[in-house]
C-alpha cells in the first residue's frame, strides 16, 4: 500500500514567521501535487512537481521534490494570516489518475 | 460558471436510507473521481471513471454505487446508509487521469444519524 506521512500535522506561528511542511513515502511517485483547502471548499492546486529534484517557486512558497521522487517539501517565507488552511500533498501513480494524499497540514498564522 | 459542482452540500439522513450524490463538471475533463474525506481531513479516492467507463475502484463496500450517464457527470448513490458513512464527499475532474491537476468540487457534508 503507497503512503504519503505529511509532518507536522498541526503548525501554528506568528506572522512573519518561516516554515516547511514535509511529505514522505518510501514509494516513488510520477509526480507530487500540493493543494491548499479552505473550510466548507474543495482542494484546489497550488503546484505539480513532476522531476526529481524540481524547485517550483510560488511568491512567498517553495515547493521542492525530491530526488527519488519519493519526498517533497512546501517552505512558506514570511507566513501570512490569509496563508492559514489545510495543506495537503498528494503523490500520481500510474496513468489512472490515482492520487494518495497525505493526512494534511492544518495551518494557522496568527497576526 | 462553476467548474466542478456537487449538490447537495449538506445531506442530513437516518440511518438505512438511501440517498444519491450529483456531481457535474463543464471543464470538458474525461476523468472524474469520487473521494472521501473522513474527519480527521484524510482524503482517500473511492472511484474513477474515464469516459464513462471505471477505472478505479477502490475497497468500497458495494452500498455505494456510482453511476457516469455521460462524461459531464458522476453521481454517487448509497444505499443502507451507515453512520459510519459520515464524511465529507468530494467529487473531482481532470484532463486526462495521468496525474493531472484534479478540481475539486465543493464537497458534500453528509451526517448519518
Known amino acids: 500500500t503507497q503512503l504519503l506521512e505529511q509532518s507536522p500535522q498541526f503548525l501554528s506561528i506568528q506572522e512573519g514567521e518561516n516554515l516547511t511542511v514535509y511529505c514522505n513515502s518510501s514509494?516513488?511517485?510520477?509526480?507530487l501535487q500540493w493543494y491548499r483547502q479552505e473550510p466548507g471548499e474543495g482542494p484546489v492546486l497550488l503546484v505539480t512537481v513532476v522531476t526529481g529534484g524540481e524547485v517550483k517557486k510560488l511568491k512567498r512558497l517553495t515547493f521542492q521534490f525530491g530526488d527519488a521522487r519519493k519526498d517533497s517539501s512546501l517552505h512558506i517565507t514570511a507566513a501570512q494570516p490569509g496563508d492559514t488552511g489545510l495543506y495537503l500533498c498528494a503523490g500520481a501513480t500510474g496513468n489512472t489518475g490515482k492520487l494518495i494524499f497525505g493526512q494534511g497540514t492544518t495551518l494557522q498564522v496568527k497576526p | 460558471d462553476t467548474a466542478v459542482s456537487q449538490t447537495p452540500k449538506y445531506l442530513v439522513t437516518q440511518m438505512g436510507n438511501d440517498k444519491s450524490i450529483k456531481c457535474e463538471q463543464n471543464l470538458g475533463h474525461d476523468t472524474m473521481y469520487w473521494y472521501k474525506q473522513d474527519s480527521k481531513k484524510f482524503l482517500k479516492i473511492m472511484f474513477s471513471?474515464?469516459?464513462?467507463?471505471?477505472?478505479i475502484n477502490e475497497t468500497v463496500p458495494n452500498r455505494f454505487s456510482p453511476k457516469s450517464p455521460d462524461k459531464a457527470h458522476l453521481n454517487l448513490h448509497i444505499n443502507s446508509l451507515e453512520l459510519g458513512d459520515s464524511a465529507v464527499y468530494f467529487c473531482a475532474s481532470s484532463p486526462t487521469g495521468r496525474g493531472t491537476e484534479a478540481f475539486f468540487g465543493q464537497g458534500t457534508r453528509l451526517t448519518v444519524v
Open positions: 514509494s516513488v511517485f510520477s509526480s
Open positions: 471513471y474515464n469516459n464513462k467507463e471505471l477505472i
